[in-house]
């Protein structure tokens, strides 16, 4: 059983690392797939002419994806691209800049352009608007797990403690964006967890618009993130140190996050420790039961002065 959750965490991270090469390499590979594109034409086809709706679609694709300066220069990108073949070997057969290649190729140029820029300012606006979607839903998942820890005195804020740490050590470790937000919200939900009862029941209080959130979409990462983080200390151990297996970076950073917090808060069989004194003891646990770079990456943090307390909606939370 051991092996299949290590295999299915190394597919995991596997996939999670050829998602981030392609998104931060997609101008390069979309400039590849336009030369690519211009080499095959010029080889196979004489009337290159027709071929010209083609760029509307990686001018599309890039609008998209990235935005509207990013769709903007890769339709420039496409005219210069064109404009070059024309120069050189001819769209027509004809190489050079006629009338009737003018009157062709410049409405042609002005749309692509236009084309980019309008879809480009729509996927911004769209990104604007799902950026402050997501911040109220963390923001809610914040009050949630905070109404949700109010009856147990001493793990009151554990949750938001937790996910503070967790983020402080995703971006020294140079952590994306998206993968640090999904990271802090897997660090809130570690505790009661995404199917907890109490927070199925506190969901089906809410209005109906509220329950049409795209959840399910943007948070799929968090919750797989919980799920790999529940069987976390079934797997690491003497036998299988952390170090050796290859899983999510966001598991190991709040499995770090997750000790250290709970360490400074008193149990029945022990009083709390102390910052430095938990640091010590997670240090102990390193390539072993805790990942070396997060530990490392935890020092540099703990070490770091304290951070000014955040005021959300009228109630301060010291990170």
């Known amino acids: 059983m051991i092996p299949d959750r290590i295999e299915s965490m190394s597919r995991s991270a596997a996939l999670d690392r050829a998602k981030w090469f392609v998104f931060e390499h997609f101008e390069r590979l979309l400039v590849i797939l336009l030369v690519a594109a211009m080499a095959l034409i010029h080889w196979f086809v004489d009337y290159k002419v027709a071929f010209l709706a083609f760029y509307y679609l990686p001018v599309i694709v890039a609008g998209f994806q990235l935005g509207r300066r990013g769709a903007v220069w890769s339709a ?38 236009l084309t980019g820029y309008a879809v480009g300012t729509l996927a911004d606006q769209r990104a604007s608007r799902l950026t402050e979607l997501k911040g109220a839903y963390v923001s809610m998942l914040e009050l949630l797990t905070f109404a949700l820890e109010a009856s147990e005195r001493h793990s009151a804020g554990h949750s938001y403690r937790v996910a503070s740490r967790a983020v402080a050590i995703g971006r020294t470790l140079g952590m994306k964006d998206g993968e640090v937000e ?73 499995a770090v996050a997750d000790a250290y917090e709970t360490l400074q808060m008193p149990a029945p069989s022990r009083p709390p420790f102390s910052p430095w004194a938990a640091m010590e003891e997670i240090e102990r646990g390193s390539t072993t039961t805790f990942g070396s770079e997060v530990v490392q990456a935890l020092r540099r943090v703990a070490s770091a002065p304290d951070r000014q307390a955040t005021p959300i909606r009228g109630v301060t939370l010291v990170a």
């Open 76 to 113: 420039v990108l496409s005219v210069a691209l064109v404009a070059f073949e024309q120069a050189a070997v001819g769209l027509y057969g004809h190489a050079g800049f006629e009338i009737e290649t003018l009157l062709t190729l410049v409405p042609w140029a002005g749309f692509l352009i």
């Open 182 to 254: 999904h990271l802090r919200v897997a660090a809130l939900l570690h505790e009661i967890g995404p199917q907890d009862p109490r927070v199925l029941s506190l969901f089906e209080r809410f209005p109906g618009s509220m329950r049409g959130l795209p959840v399910a979409s943007s948070m799929r990462a968090a919750l797989d993130i919980v799920r790999d983080y529940g069987r976390y200390h079934e797997t690491v151990g003497p036998d299988f140190p952390v170090d050796m297996l290859r899983m999510s970076l966001a598991v190991k950073v709040l």
